[in-house]
């Protein structure tokens, strides 16, 4: 058996109190954190990340209008301090737009969302 691995056998006395003081440190630690109504690291809502597709679908509903790809990627800079890549936006984009998913293309690198009557 090498240094790295513990055989039972070798577990002592001392080595089993401290596994048990271990565990009960920790649950004593979560019942004090239920009794002080905090929530635990784990049951922390964490907000979800938007993805860059959400994040266009927000710029195209607030400007109502199709949208070069240039505007686009300067618009979620500036409000949603978020850099696109230029070639994987636009492709991101064309693969919902051949989907029929979301966007439709009204333009050379313009876009709008599928929902928004043409102008």
Known sequence: MDEKT??????????LLDVLEDV???GLKAIRAMRSGKPRKYEMKRERKK???E?????????????HVNDIIRIAGTKHGVKFNRE??????????LDENTFRRTGR?????????QP
């Open 6 to 15: 513990i055989g039972i056998e070798e577990l002592t006395r001392e080595d």
């Open 109 to 117: 690198n313009e876009f709008a969302l599928l929902d928004n009557p």
């Open 88 to 97: 994987s936006i636009v492709s991101a984009l064309t693969k919902k737009v």
């Open 51 to 53: 993805s860059n597709t």
């Open 24 to 26: 009960l440190n920790g």
């Open 55 to 67: 994040i266009v679908r927000l710029i195209l509903t607030e400007a109502g209008v199709p949208l």
